[in-house]
């Protein structure tokens, strides 16, 4: 049974565009967010992450919104660059537990 | 602050041999390592969990007397994968949490290819 659904798969957006990765999760006791960005032969690294209090956390370029209710939380790449291009992974946890991971998403952010 | 390092990042080793990957925290004491196995564009797949100086927790399916997880000090786990064979070539990543935190901190990842 997969916990946390991330969709798309794949993504295609060209330089300046917004990228949009959605995640949705099952189990209401998850506590904790995280975004992993993954470069090709590398190992996944945190980007950024969010807890249930919040709707909405930004830093930077990047903007993860929460909706408690529907179970669902995603990731906005603002102004999308060559660099992003990357897998980005959501996850979820409940507390210090060992985080469920979505499938991933590939982006490519074409000049 | 909070580097976890791999060693080695790559390896080729024929089958029916043994290969040692060593994951270690830099600048912090973890209190638990985790070992993943990721194959081409898939997601990580959690093989087992360490704590120091008790063994590893073994994920369902993944056999304990292939994988051997040594986890001898609180910067230091290592993942020995016995009588690799060609179906064992996978990127293999370590993390590990300092103090129960929420995050993970990932290495760099191993790739090992079995020949």
């Known amino acids: 049974q997969q916990q946390v659904k991330q969709s798309p798969q794949s993504l295609i957006v060209q330089k300046g565009g917004i990228s949009i990765i959605n995640c949705a999760y099952e189990n209401t006791a998850f506590d904790y967010f995280p975004w992993y960005q993954q470069f090709p032969g590398k190992g996944p690294a945190l980007l950024i992450a969010i807890r249930p209090d919040v709707s909405e956390k930004k830093e930077g370029r990047f903007t993860i919104s929460f909706n408690k209710s529907a179970k669902q939380f995603s990731l906005h790449i603002m102004d999308s660059q060559p660099g992003d291009s990357a897998t980005y992974f959501c996850a979820a946890s409940r507390g210090s537990y060992i985080p469920t991971f979505g499938r991933g998403t590939s982006l490519i952010v074409h000049p | 602050g909070a580097v976890v390092s791999q060693h080695p990042s790559w390896v080729i080793c024929k089958s029916g041999t043994s290969v040692k990957i060593e994951c270690r925290s830099l600048?912090?004491?973890?209190?638990?390592m985790f070992w993943y196995r990721q194959f081409p564009k898939q997601s990580l797949m959690l093989m087992a969990t360490s704590n120091e100086g008790s063994k590893a927790t073994y994920e369902q399916g993944v056999e304990k007397d292939k994988f051997l997880i040594n986890h001898a000090s609180l910067t230091l786990s290592t993942l020995t994968v016995t009588s690799a064979h060609p179906e064992d070539s996978s990127f293999y990543i370590c993390?590990?949490?300092?103090?129960?935190?929420?995050?993970?901190?990932f290495g760099p990842g191993t790739r090992l290819t079995v020949t």
């Open positions: 600048d912090f004491q973890a209190t638990t």
């Open positions: 993390s590990a949490d300092w103090d129960r935190s929420y995050e993970q901190y």
